[in-house]
């Protein structure tokens, strides 16, 4: 099995990740926008190393308020899957899949049914992230119920930085951005695979 | 007006009137204000996981409640603090998602305050007044000024304590 050292990991590594991101997200950002009806583009992943003192500033800074959809997955892989999107974004989000449901109001907390929407956005297009890694890895994941909180984007991010915090001093991301043409539907999706995670998949795309 | 110190995760740092301290967005971490109201030397550390001895790779000693305490005692007793005089505040430990499962890896926010609390006891540092739990970030700033701990959450009013 490879050897993984979060530290030490040489640029072909780096590459297998960000190509991971890329497929994952791809198929993630493909599903979003047949949801919603409209053209969804991808930013090129990025796999960064972070310390954990600059995890909070990742998304708009510690304090900004965020929808955090996150996933525990077991068997093959095990880690956290998350997706994330600005508040406004996910209001957005939200009109474009309810329409007159939706409420017209910015500053509005969301309602239940809009939780619930939103939700369920979460779910579709983390599954389709994971089974597209699924299929590229040959290995079984099996994620947990999407869970989701809308807080500040520090207290959301400590959950994984928290599980990386155990293993290591730097929490490695493998993050990719999307948005529309307006940049009005815009997130991140995040993997978070454990140490050993990352050696079975490097392992399983022959590294 | 004094400026702001930062603290980051996993990370701690000292503080002197007129300046005050801060950390954003805590989650499940917790951070810990360690505080000698006469001489008005301050400290806050925002600590990660509970238990030191647990983990193998702990260089960083502000990552833990156990060895971050004990770090940012150093400190300020390296500036002058008195050690009986010392008292805390603790704000965080929130569990941000809700996990409908035993699993005790996802509960780390209390195990951390408890963590917290173990090794100020341990130290005899009284603890003051706390925040911690439930399920919202939060922001804290501390002003060793007057001793008071602001906590600022997403749709709530503004707490001192």
Known sequence: ?207 | MGTMVKVGMADLNVCLPPDAITTLGLGSCVGVVLYDPTHKISGMVHVMLPDSTKIRNNENVAKFADTGIEELLRKILALGASRSALVSKIAGGAQMFAFRTDNEMLKVGSRNVDAVKAKLAELKIPVLAEDTGLNYGRTIEFYPDTGNLLIKSVGKPTKTI
Do not use: C, H, W
Request: charged residues 20%; negative net charge.
């Open chain 1, 1 to 207: 099995m490879a050897e993984v050292k979060l530290e030490q990991m040489d640029n072909m590594q780096f590459d297998v990740l960000r190509e991971i991101g890329n497929i994952g997200a791809g198929n993630a950002t493909t599903a979003l926008s047949q949801m919603i009806n409209a053209k969804v583009d991808m930013k090129v992943p990025k796999v960064d190393l972070l310390e954990f003192k600059e995890l909070g500033d990742l998304i708009g800074g510690a304090e900004n308020i965020v929808v955090g959809i996150l996933l525990t997955l077991e068997e093959d892989i095990d880690g956290m899957m998350m997706f994330l999107m600005e508040k406004g974004a996910a209001r957005s989000m939200v009109r474009v899949m309810m329409g007159a449901y939706a409420s017209e109001d910015e500053s509005a907390d969301f309602s239940e049914m809009e939780l619930s929407a939103l939700q369920e956005i979460g779910n579709i297009i983390t599954g389709a992230y994971l089974s597209s890694l699924s299929t590229l890895t040959n290995m079984t994941i099996v994620a947990s119920i999407p869970y989701m909180a809308i807080d500040m984007a520090g207290a959301i991010l400590s959950v994984p930085a928290i599980e990386f915090g155990k293993i290591s001093d730097k929490a490695l991301l493998i993050e990719t951005e999307f948005g529309d043409a307006t940049e009005v539907v815009n997130g991140y999706f995040i993997l978070i695979p454990t140490l050993d995670s990352y050696s079975s998949i490097l392992t399983s795309l022959g590294l």
